[in-house]
């Protein structure tokens, strides 16, 4: 499913006289099955960006392309089929449910978007286990459960559509770093699931970035200063500085081991395990 | 969203220094005066006084005719239930199915005049004033009544709370929105069921979150030591000046002049 900014600009309008510029003139092509990462400081533009993908917003001047669909700022169209394929997770979903039971909340979705009982069913039973929940939450009442509980809830009721582009906006602020790292690896899931499925994280946390995502989008004061692969974005100190980035724990090691006389493979070696492994070798030697 | 009652529009003007306790006083008054049946001379003056106010605070008349487009619909309602019950007065249409009397035309009149009167004189007291200031000036216009056991303190302090959370609920309901739209809740089309399940899926996010704030706002407060039963000092004093008194004394002239067009003459 493509997703293609042309040009795009979106301008928040306060009140008449003023306004807010949120994004310049982005043109930005995103790949098909990859985990893409959009990161930049608080007030980026990065949750304008992602709100583009399923027509919350639309753009005050150029166009997104998203699958068949051409989103201008008059695009006036039935908005629910873009939003099937498009899902948005915002942050801390926990807030957005309502029904009086787990399985009712997470049916919500898809019972809009028009799908019969039995699908819906299946669906819903999917999508617990994956956020890692059992069968038996389905009956309890989601205010009832803990923050951790209520936010998988809140994901798996996005699942329930299954999205081709699923969108997330800072899915893991907020947990502690074992749900964190459960959710990340719920989310490599179900982009590997198929081919054509697409995760789009907005994250503050490098060490998500390095670790589980193929494609980085840097945002800076609604501009957009880098798309490109994971490594290259790690191994541009030039571009980190600019995004305002600290370099995670592993590339700084990394960095410092080269400055000392090892000899370290830069773009095949980012994550832990790979450092780890390099540095072996090096000893050995 | 746009509210043009009550919100504050920052200015600099005689009137938006005058002292917020006189402002609501003579706001007080002035809604007394509207009641007293002081004929088409009484009203006449006092739309002269709201339009030299509202030059005055260097409000746009054009604001203010906004805020009573809500009530269009409740004026035309009020006309035409009137016209079917007041039968008083010279008969001055007959279209045969209903006839039309003066009196149902002019107590229609009267009521639009001092619900336009109402809104107006309102919607300047509420435009020149800080919300804030507005709570300071209930607070210490309360304060006398404290002695028959008005709790004066605690209730400034709910009106301030209330105002301080309005911006955040209108930017929550906002993000409640965008969260169901995207799980395909279409508010602007579909049928009527789909319609309740849509506010249903707003208003009960909004009314928990909600809950949750206040309950973290009463704990923030206990935990620095709030107590409501304990008195006060402020650092923002309000303080009348001569223009304070000034304002107020021809505020009470209109009010007697209207009171003797009512009731004496």
């Not at chain 2, 002035?30 to 002269?48: D, E, H, R, S, T």
Request: proline share 5%; hydrophobic share 50%.
């Amino acid at each position: 499913m493509p997703i293609a900014f042309r040009d795009v600009s979106h301008v928040y309008t306060l009140d008449p006289k003023h306004t807010r510029t949120a994004l310049s003139h982005i043109d930005l092509n995103l790949p098909q099955g990859k985990m893409i990462a959009v990161i930049g400081t608080t007030g980026s533009g990065k949750s304008t960006l992602v709100q583009h993908l399923n027509a919350l917003l639309l753009p005050t001047s150029g166009e997104v392309e998203v699958d068949e669909y051409t989103l201008k700022h008059d695009t006036k169209m039935r908005f629910k089929p873009l939003r099937q394929k498009v899902g948005l997770v915002f942050q801390f979903p926990e807030y957005q449910l309502f029904e009086e039971t787990v399985a009712k909340d997470i049916a919500f979705g898809p019972k809009n978007f028009g799908l019969d009982e039995q699908e819906i069913d299946r669906r819903v039973h999917d999508a617990i286990r994956a956020v890692g929940l059992d069968d038996s939450f389905l009956q309890r009442n989601p205010l009832d459960l803990s923050g951790g509980q209520k936010r998988r809830v809140a994901i798996a009721g996005v699942l329930a559509m299954e999205p081709k582009v699923l969108v997330l906006d800072e899915p893991t602020a907020g947990l502690d770093p074992a749900s964190a790292a459960a959710m990340m690896a719920l989310f490599v899931r179900y982009q590997a699931q198929s081919s054509d499925h697409t995760v789009i994280l907005v994250t503050h946390d490098m060490d998500n970035v390095l670790n589980y995502c193929d494609h980085v989008v840097v945002l800076h004061e609604g501009s957009l200063i880098y798309t490109g692969d994971t490594p290259s974005f790690f191994n541009s100190n030039e571009t980190m500085e600019q995004a305002a980035v600290l370099p995670p724990a592993c590339i700084v090691m990394r960095n410092a081991l080269i400055q000392h006389g090892f000899t370290i493979d830069v773009d095949q070696v980012y994550t832990e395990a790979a450092l780890a492994k390099a540095i072996a070798k090096e000893v050995k030697r | 969203m746009n509210f043009t009652i009550g919100r504050y529009i920052p200015n600099d003007t005689w009137f938006h220094q005058l002292d917020p306790r006189f402002k609501i006083m003579a706001l007080l008054f002035l809604l007394i005066a509207i009641f007293f049946p002081a004929g088409y001379p009484g009203y006449a003056l006092m739309f002269v006084a709201v339009f030299i106010a509202l030059k005055l605070s260097q409000l746009s008349f054009k604001n203010v005719l906004r805020a009573l487009k809500p009530l269009l619909f409740m004026f035309i309602f009020l006309a035409v239930v009137n016209m079917f019950y007041l039968k008083d007065g010279i008969l001055l249409l007959d279209l045969g199915f209903i006839q039309i009397y003066s009196e149902a035309l002019s107590s229609t009149f009267y009521i639009v005049v001092r619900l336009t009167l109402m809104i107006m004189v309102t919607t300047i007291l509420t435009s020149t004033t800080k919300p804030l200031d507005m709570t300071l000036a209930i607070e210490d216009l309360l304060a006398p009544f404290q002695r028959i056991g008005v709790p004066s303190h605690v209730i400034a302090m709910l009106i301030s709370i209330a105002l301080r959370f309005i911006p955040d609920l209108v930017d929550e309901t906002n993000r409640i929105m965008k969260a169901q739209e995207s799980r395909g809740v279409d508010i602007a089309n579909g049928k009527f069921k789909e319609k309740l399940m849509a506010i249903l899926a707003l208003i009960i996010p909004l009314i928990i979150s909600a809950f949750q704030r206040a309950e973290d706002l009463a704990n923030a407060m206990e935990a620095r030591g709030y107590s409501p039963n304990k008195h006060r000092t402020r650092y923002r004093q309000l303080k009348a000046t001569s223009c304070d008194y000034l304002f107020i004394t021809i505020i009470i002239v209109i009010v007697i002049a209207l009171a003797l067009m009512a009731f004496v003459l």
